[in-house]
Nanobody
Framework: QVQLVESGGGLVQPGGSLRLSCAAS????????MGWYRRAPGKQRELVAD???????NYADSAKGRFTISRDNAKNTVYLQMNSLKPEDTAVYYC?????????WGQGTQVTVSS
């Protein structure tokens, strides 16, 4: 059974940084493209960034230039470095496969950007 465990969220002031981690188990991690998604209050879940098995990356316009996705296949972990955070980045962040996420999501990690 695939398990995704996100961590690293918290409360940060505008302009601050956070690094999110997602540990995956129960699958051959290195073969799967992975993504970071987020769900803001009152909004649908959206894909923020994704990374292929080979390390190629894509970003939503809202994340370009501020977020960096990376992966460590030896640790079965995908990361999201978030810099220059804005209040509109406030959301619960999740990792999952791309382009077709698993039905089962992790618990997510809350990111709150506020002064």
């Amino acid at each position: 059974q695939v398990q995704l465990v996100e961590s690293g969220g918290g409360l940060v002031q505008p302009g601050g940084s956070l690094r999110l981690s997602c540990a995956a188990s129960g699958m051959i991690f290195r073969r799967n493209p992975m993504g970071w998604y987020r769900r803001a209050p009152g909004k649908q879940r959206e894909l923020v960034a994704d990374i292929t098995s080979g390390g190629s990356t894509n970003y939503a316009d809202s994340a370009k230039g501020r977020f960096t996705i990376s992966r460590d296949n030896a640790k079965n972990t995908v990361y999201l470095q978030m810099n220059s955070l804005k209040p509109e980045d406030t959301a619960v962040y999740y990792c999952n496969l791309v382009p077709s996420p698993l039905r089962s999501w992790g618990q997510g990690t809350q990111v709150t950007v506020s002064s």
